[in-house]
């Protein structure tokens, strides 16, 4: 049995920036992980041709801006390297192979417990916080949609978090299910190792580049969002012109009013569009069916696939062990207050990595935390003289 003042569960970027801020305050904390390492997600469950979608002076943690060395847009390697330096930076250290199974509020001790199972021993661990902060993201689990016949499948099933490289599905018919960023930067990786692929296509959204993202940032700044919105809408259409035919629309939305009102990204294009314009990527509609490997789409036609990877996303699972999640998350395992003060909730129990909102996001919310722990307890300190 343990005691300290907080409890992070999760050691991604976001329990990594909670735990620097509160390091920064002299406030105790341990931050329990159930994998062998930081970042997992970037180390095990991301495709090796992966970078981060935003200029890097977007995806900085607390005190840790990046180098003028630094690419603008960074490579999985280099954002790995830099977790790492921030670990060792800032005193952080985590326990890792902790795998959280029960966590709950004692109302009589005012403190929270957590049960953790030591995955290298087999036992389970006990420890107590004054405080709890849930830092296991927004994309815990990747999430794979029901589909009429899918156990029939007899190729093989990924979820995009299982995909490295196209290289091993050279000459393969592979149906990718998800046109997000993933999905899209998926086909493109498969195109380019000599795959066949298709991508399954069933809702608008907004192609634009990374150099569009960017100066559509630097410009929200200065400029009402709707003048922002007006100029890369133009700037867009200007570079792909229509792409209906292809099976690509726009929604009605511009894209950063799109993000802001239903959470749906832009997609960046790292050359998908070409590849679906010369063919190389073909889209299809909806899937209806599936009978072992022939897969029916909503337009009636059929076609033969040896690999389906389903780009669908991921879902927080943090209630399955928060037993007492009503004071922080709703029934999706999402917060349950409304942004901005979506990372407080009852008990003394906050979140982090559950804005929708990136490196940029975490970073704002691990210090926003930080900070309220910390008048919390100097409240208490001033109680008690």
């Given at each position: 049995?343990a005691?300290?003042?907080?409890?992070?569960?999760?050691?991604?970027?976001?329990?990594?920036?909670?735990?620097?801020?509160?390091?920064?305050?002299?406030?105790?904390?341990?931050?329990?992980?159930?994998?062998?390492?930081?970042?997992?997600?970037?180390?095990?469950?991301?495709?090796?041709?992966?970078?981060?979608?935003?200029?890097?002076?977007?995806?900085?943690?607390?005190y840790?801006?990046?180098?003028?060395?630094?690419?603008?847009?960074?490579p999985?390697?280099?954002?790995?390297?830099?977790?790492?330096?921030?670990?060792?930076?800032?005193?952080i250290?985590?326990?890792y192979?902790?795998?959280?199974?029960?966590?709950?509020?004692?109302?009589?001790?005012?403190?929270?417990?957590?049960?953790?199972?030591?995955?290298?021993?087999?036992?389970?661990?006990?420890?107590?916080?004054?405080?709890?902060?849930?830092?296991?993201?927004?994309?815990?689990?990747?999430?794979?949609?029901?589909?009429?016949?899918?156990?029939?499948?007899?190729?093989?099933?990924?979820?995009?978090?299982?995909?490295?490289?196209?290289?091993?599905?050279?000459?393969?018919?592979?149906?990718?299910?998800?046109?997000?960023?993933?999905?899209?930067?998926?086909?493109?990786?498969?195109?380019?190792?000599?795959a066949?692929?298709?991508?399954?296509?069933?809702?608008?959204?907004?192609?634009?580049?990374?150099?569009?993202?960017?100066?559509?940032?630097?410009?929200?700044?200065?400029?009402?969002?709707?003048?922002?919105?007006?100029?890369?809408?133009?700037?867009?259409r200007?570079?792909?012109?229509?792409?209906?035919?292809?099976?690509?629309?726009?929604?009605?939305?511009?894209?950063?009013?799109?993000?802001?009102?239903?959470?749906?990204?832009?997609?960046?294009?790292?050359?998908?569009?070409?590849?679906?314009?010369?063919?190389?990527?073909?889209?299809?509609?909806?899937?209806?069916?599936?009978?072992?490997?022939?897969?029916?789409?909503?337009?009636?036609?059929?076609?033969?696939?040896?690999?389906?990877?389903?780009?669908?996303?991921?879902?927080?699972?943090?209630?399955?062990?928060?037993?007492?999640?009503?004071?922080?998350?709703?029934?999706?395992?999402?917060?349950?207050?409304?942004?901005?003060?979506?990372?407080?909730?009852?008990?003394?129990?906050?979140?982090?990595?559950?804005?929708?909102?990136?490196?940029?996001?975490?970073?704002?919310?691990?210090?926003?935390?930080?900070?309220?722990?910390?008048?919390?307890?100097?409240?208490?300190?001033?109680?008690?003289?």
């Amino acid at each position: 049995m343990a005691a300290t003042t907080v409890i992070i569960v999760g050691a991604g970027p976001a329990g990594l920036a909670t735990s620097a801020c509160l390091n920064n305050l002299s406030i105790e904390n341990i931050i329990l992980e159930k994998e062998n390492c930081s970042a997992s997600l970037w180390r095990y469950h991301s495709y090796d041709c992966v970078h981060l979608h935003l200029a890097k002076k977007f995806c900085q943690l607390p005190y840790a801006p990046h180098d003028s060395e630094t690419p603008t847009f960074m490579p999985k390697s280099k954002f790995i390297e830099y977790i790492d330096n921030y670990t060792a930076k800032n005193q952080i250290n985590p326990m890792y192979n902790r795998c959280v199974e029960a966590t709950s509020f004692d109302g009589c001790s005012g403190k929270w417990k957590v049960e953790a199972r030591n995955l290298a021993s087999n036992e389970t661990e006990v420890y107590y916080s004054k405080f709890i902060v849930i830092a296991s993201g927004e994309n815990n689990v990747g999430f794979i949609p029901r589909v009429p016949g899918l156990e029939s499948f007899s190729g093989k099933i990924i979820h995009s978090n299982e995909y490295k490289s196209g290289n091993e599905f050279q000459g393969k018919q592979v149906l990718v299910i998800g046109c997000g960023n993933s999905g899209m930067e998926i086909s493109f990786d498969l195109s380019k190792h000599g795959a066949n692929p298709s991508i399954v296509i069933r809702s608008p959204f907004h192609v634009v580049t990374r150099e569009m993202i960017y100066l559509g940032m630097e410009l929200l700044k200065y400029i009402p969002m709707k003048y922002v919105d007006a100029l890369i809408t133009l700037w867009a259409r200007f570079k792909y012109g229509d792409l209906s035919s292809y099976g690509i629309q726009r929604p009605s939305l511009c894209p950063f009013s799109n993000k802001v009102i239903t959470g749906r990204t832009p997609v960046i294009d790292v050359g998908t569009v070409q590849k679906i314009r010369s063919k190389e990527i073909k889209v299809v509609p909806e899937m209806v069916s599936i009978k072992e490997n022939m897969v029916e789409f909503s337009d009636g036609t059929t076609q033969h696939f040896d690999v389906m990877v389903f780009a669908t996303g991921y879902k927080s699972v943090a209630n399955t062990w928060l037993k007492d999640y009503h004071y922080i998350m709703n029934e999706k395992s999402m917060p349950k207050n409304p942004s901005p003060k979506h990372w407080k909730g009852e008990n003394r129990s906050y979140c982090v990595g559950f804005s929708g909102n990136g490196l940029n996001g975490i970073s704002r919310d691990a210090m926003a935390v930080a900070r309220d722990i910390y008048v919390v307890l100097c409240g208490e300190d001033h109680h008690n003289l």
